[in-house]
């Protein structure tokens, strides 16, 4: 899985978990879904989730170490200040690389889950292929 696609998973992730009625976290009311943030227009693009893959990268996100899932959802769902996900994570905001491999690790991390499942979906479908 390349890193831009993994990071296009996340920020799907991120937006449905905002948006979502059903499962996740609702995390802003139904009209400011579509008043735009400082007067730009939001691009229907901007607006479109797949909730499939959502629903694969939330599952993934479940299987994570604490840690990780704290990072990433503070990142990518909360939005938070770099600064302030190392004052929460009890770790240090200086050196920058600090929070960057922090937030690489999990990265990785979810993205050997999101590929391990994966792997077991295409098992499934070629034994069920096979023998069904």
Known sequence: MTAK??????????KAQRYWTRGGSCLGSAEGRYRPEGGNVRSV????????????????????????????RMHYILNMDPRVI???LRI???PTSTFNMALAHGKSEI???LDRGEEMRNAYKYRERQFG
């Open 5 to 14: 696609n993994l990071d296009e998973r996340l920020e799907n992730w991120a």
């Open 45 to 72: 693009d901007a607006m479109l989730i797949d909730e499939l893959d959502a629903d694969k990268v939330e599952r993934a996100w479940s299987r994570l170490m604490p840690f990780d899932r704290d990072i990433l």
């Open 86 to 88: 190392c004052r929460k």
């Open 111 to 113: 993205g050997k889950v």
């Open 92 to 94: 240090p905001h200086r």
